[in-house]
């Protein structure tokens, strides 16, 4: 049981250049999640999927698309990175139910320059 | 709005001593509250929630917090600190059928040797 895992741990971009974050989750939750973590900031949500085919908005979802395409995935794309992407992206995964823990990634550092 | 504070950026503590890093909460309804805990260069790992009855709550690693509804606070202790107990802790909260965490900024605490 791996948990959650996410591809890739490390990379760096060029402004302007795209690129798609894979998280995966062997639990069967239903629930999934992007976050970025910035310095002094928190934790801030991008988007998240309450089940497959579902997608919805976060705190700071521009800049960002995502697809859950299937119930165990959840991706995450940049389509034109900028410096003010350069963050350590963290998926999470949930069952149905609001008072379930919510269970993360390794995260990956994303470096735009 | 509901929100979480988490009034102190960093505690430091001796090893052996006991440790509280501190979280206020503001909701409405019951809330469920939760602690994570990120180790360096790592994800956030679940320590603890409380959804409902005792007020103290015990978790992973020998930590507990403690539900206080007069206080609006949910503060995490550890009896005796560990040096491998330096992390940096998240208190989280939710409250209904909203399936989104919302997220304290994070306490950093250092357990001197």
């Known amino acids: 049981n791996a948990g959650v895992t996410q591809t890739p741990k490390f990379r760096v971009l060029k402004t302007g250049q795209s690129m798609t974050l894979l998280c995966a989750q062997d639990?069967?939750?239903?629930?999934m999640y992007w976050y970025r973590q910035d310095p002094g900031m928190g934790l801030r949500l991008i988007h998240y999927s309450v089940g497959e085919g579902t997608t919805a908005k976060g705190e700071v979802p521009d800049g960002y698309n995502v697809s859950r395409l299937k119930k165990q995935n959840f991706l995450l794309g940049l389509e034109s990175a900028a410096p003010s992407q350069t963050s350590v992206y963290f998926c999470?995964?949930?069952?149905?139910?609001?008072?379930?823990?919510?269970?993360f990634g390794p995260g990956t550092r994303l470096t735009v320059l | 709005a509901q929100s979480v504070a988490q009034p102190e950026d960093q505690v430091n503590v001796a090893e052996g001593n006991p440790l509280t890093v501190k979280c206020t909460y503001s909701v409405s309804g019951n809330p469920y509250l939760f602690w994570y805990v990120q180790y360096p260069n790592r994800g956030l790992q679940f320590l603890l929630k409380y959804i409902t009855g005792d007020n103290l709550v015990k978790g992973s690693y020998g930590f507990e917090a403690e539900f206080n509804k007069s206080q609006t606070s949910f503060h995490l202790k550890k009896p005796s600190a560990l040096v491998s107990d330096s992390a940096l802790y998240f208190c989280?909260?939710?409250?209904?059928?909203?399936?989104?965490?919302?997220w304290g900024l994070g306490t950093s605490l250092a357990v001197n040797p």
């Open positions: 999470a995964s949930s069952q149905r139910e609001s008072k379930d823990t919510q269970y």
């Open positions: 639990m069967n939750h239903e629930y």
């Open positions: 989280a909260t939710n409250a209904g059928n909203n399936r989104k965490l919302i």
